[in-house]
């Protein structure tokens, strides 16, 4: 079974300030690729950023990165001068040997002015 | 592209009842997924359908859900005698396939299902 984990329910930032979003991850296949969606409160779900697990490096995004750690099965998001409109909840999804999305269970983000 | 819309946005309906949720994906999109996100939980994937075709039902999937899209186009859910327990978000979300890499799922604004 493919599992991602979320460890932080909630965060906050400063605004103009940088936060980092943990995500592990577990999956027994050998091409998957990983998602971070962005759920603004009532409003739809909407991709921030994808990571092809066969790429070593980083995807980028404008001022979001990642920190993908194959390794240690690890994908953080890094969101660099934040902004009000970054408040909303983060969830990291894993896609992997079928078409379904598995994803944690989400990190409510907080951008304090 | 008008993104993936579905309706109605919010059903209220009781215990018992029958319900059912229509999704219209972005158009030329021949993925169509649907998925149910309860309150603090991400959203958990319920079934999928490339063009008419439903290719994948999750195991957790009660056998009063059923999905159709009967002409690869929308797609209807619908539940069938209602539980509290069904109470949730319902999220479509839709994808074109364009090769071996995995596809970018667009999500609809859902629609909330409360059973009373």
């Known amino acids: 079974a493919q599992t991602v984990t979320q460890s932080q329910p909630e965060m906050s930032v400063q605004e103009a300030e940088t936060v980092t979003l943990s995500c592990t991850y577990d999956?027994?296949?050998?091409?998957?690729?990983l998602f971070w969606y962005k759920q603004p409160p009532s409003r739809q779900m909407i991709l921030v950023i994808r990571q092809e697990a066969y790429k070593q490096q980083n995807a980028t995004e404008n001022r979001f990165s990642v920190n993908f750690q194959k390794a240690a099965k690890s994908f953080s998001l890094k969101i660099s001068d934040s902004q009000l409109g970054d408040a909303a909840m983060y969830f990291c999804a894993l896609q992997g040997g079928s078409e379904k999305l598995v994803f944690g269970k989400g990190t409510k983000l907080t951008v304090n002015p | 592209d008008t993104g993936v819309s579905q309706d109605p946005r919010h059903k209220i309906t009781k215990r018992g009842q029958n319900v059912t949720f229509r999704c219209d994906p972005i158009s030329e999109h021949n993925r169509l997924y649907w998925y149910r996100q309860t309150l603090g939980q991400g959203p958990e994937f319920l079934t999928y359908?490339?063009?008419?075709?439903?290719?994948?039902k999750s195991r957790l999937l009660s056998d009063r859900f059923s999905a159709e899209r009967p002409k690869g186009s929308f797609s209807t859910l619908e539940i069938q005698r209602t539980e509290q327990g069904d109470s949730a978000m319902y999220l479509c979300?839709?994808?074109?396939?364009?090769?071996?890499?995995?596809?970018?799922?667009?999500f609809g604004p859902g629609t909330r299902l409360t059973v009373l």
């Open positions: 359908f490339q063009n008419e075709a439903q290719l994948e």
């Open positions: 979300a839709s994808s074109i396939q364009t090769g071996p890499a995995a596809d970018t799922q667009y």
């Open positions: 999956t027994s296949e050998s091409d998957y690729y």
